[in-house]
């Protein structure tokens, strides 16, 4: 796997729990602290590509995470996303906030009914959630507790359409699945959630 795509599916991957997780971050990114992410990113890129590959722990910070989707995956964020954040708590939990442009997520789907808390927003809201997330084996697998948007409680099914949505790319149109594992990129075989950062184990 190139660093490109690497790259690619890490924003994406962020992006997706941003948009499952949720909080308020302390500590203000920076593009120091994007750029030392970019460089771990194309480390570990690089070790997949060895072989055999060679076993490396890599520890992303939650500034790290922040600071890159502030800067330096600003400009391949999906159109309708805004200002993601994340916080990484101890034992795998994960917590996030991100701008979701209601307007443009509901020009492509159709209407849930009365009962559907979207019908009455518009505009950039803030959606925000928190869950666990597992990985071992080379499969990662994250477990929504609970989602809001402006205050009001989300049922999962949204949750899922507006994960699916936003995290939808030409090799998986249908976007991502909450409910399903996924394989973990770049021969990662287990990623540890700590306070404040997420250590990568190929």
Known sequence: MNRTRLGRRVLLG??????????TVAAQPTREQGDRLERKIEEIAKNASSDPVRPKRTTMSELEVNSYLAFNGKDKIPRGLGNPQIVIGGDGQLS???FVDIDEFKRHRSSGGILDPLNYI????PVTARGVFRAQDGKGRFQLISAE??????????????VAFFSRTPENPNGFDMDAPFNLPAKIREVVVNRGEAVMVQ
């Open 14 to 23: 962020l992006l997706a729990l941003s948009l499952a997780v949720s909080s």
């Open 96 to 98: 996030g906030r991100v």
């Open 122 to 125: 518009s505009g950039q809201v």
């Open 149 to 162: 948007i402006l205050g009001v409680s989300l049922p999962r099914p949204i949750i899922q359409e507006l």
